[in-house]
């Protein structure tokens, strides 16, 4: 039996022509760091994903309003095996009316199940369509990787002189995933406390309730979508205030890794010791959060079984 092509639709309320339009403004829902034209018949662009993902890709088919299809010439996975697997893959677009709105049904011709990449490329390309695409044909801004900042490293080092919190764990779903759960209102309510107020905004100010008398507000420092976020600690515990908090995102075969470090303590005191635990309940409510739906924020995140 032959495997089935990863597929997934979205209905709109828009022309065909707007859907059109759209899907071919690769940039503004992919991601930017793409490489020649994305809208001609017959032309090839170049996409990347920092070292992990790069692919060349030709427009072989284009129908005005109704289909578009890329044919994937090269490809580049740096985390799994094969690491060619798009290679001569198909990645097509068919747009139609459907009672009086428009439906995009999007298939990846030959990403199948039996890939080693299936999984987080599956839930990849939901995000960019079901989300991204949907974003940008309906509201004209669309969630696209950003362009990547080869001038600058991308966290300061920090004091050599204060401690550290690590951790690391393997999140079994996509980066873009992730990144939503440590930076949104809704993500973050749902695996570290409901009583949240955020907005993913440099400079933004961070609000996390933790019982009647006690808050903590943290300063968004530096967002990188979908690969950092980096906070800094202004109002809590007198130990928190002034260290900063960073969120290192890496795709993997299985999903997502998230390297966390809770940076600038004075010293390995009770209060470090007893975060570094916290911190370590509180990651595990992320993990279910984003591979079941549901966390455990505070106050039920020391009651995972």
């Keep these: 039996m032959k495997s089935q092509d990863f597929t997934t639709s979205i209905t709109v309320d828009a022309s ?3 859907v059109f339009d759209a899907v071919n403004n690769v940039r503004g829902w992919w991601s930017e760091n793409i490489e020649g034209s994305t809208s001609v018949l017959n032309s090839e662009f170049a996409y ?3 070292d992990v993902h790069r692919c060349r890709i030709k427009i072989t088919e ?3 309003n109704t289909r578009v299809v890329w044919h994937v010439l090269d490809n580049d996975f740096n985390f799994i095996e094969d690491k060619t697997e798009w290679v001569n893959t198909h990645i097509i677009f068919d747009i139609h009316e459907k009672e009086g709105k428009t439906e ?3 298939t990846h011709q030959g990403l199948v199940p039996e890939g080693e990449c299936y999984e987080v490329c599956h839930d990849a390309w939901t995000h960019y369509i079901q989300d991204s695409l949907k974003s940008l044909i309906t509201t004209g801004q669309g969630k696209a990787t950003p362009k990547e900042d080869f001038t600058a490293s991308d966290h300061q080092k920090e004091n050599t002189d204060t401690k550290s919190i690590y951790h690391r764990l393997l999140i079994t779903v996509p980066v873009e995933k ?3 759960a440590i930076t949104t209102r809704e993500g973050l309510a749902g ?4 009583d949240t107020e955020a907005k993913a905004e440099i400079g933004s100010i ?3 309730g933790f019982d009647p ?4 507000n943290m300063e968004v420092v530096d967002l990188k979508p979908y690969s950092l976020v980096k906070w800094r600690c202004i109002k809590g515990f007198e130990d928190w205030v002034g260290t900063t908090l960073t969120f290192e995102l890496e795709p993997h075969k299985k999903g997502c890794i998230l390297l966390f470090h809770h940076d600038g303590w004075k010293s390995y005191n009770s209060e470090f010791a007893s975060c570094s635990f916290d911190w370590a309940l509180f990651f595990r409510s992320l993990k279910s959060l984003c591979e079941t739906g549901k966390g455990f924020p505070y106050p039920e995140f020391d009651k995972i079984n």
């Excluded at 695996?191 to 409901?194: A, F, G, K, S």
């Design 16 to 18: 065909p022509q707007q």
């Design 213 to 216: 008398d006690y808050f903590k």
């Design 191 to 194: 695996w570290w406390t409901p």
């Design 62 to 64: 284009m129908q005005p």
């Design 178 to 180: 992730v990144y939503e």
């Design 48 to 50: 990347h994903y920092r």
């Design 104 to 106: 995009l049904t999007f």
């Design 206 to 208: 961070l609000r996390f």
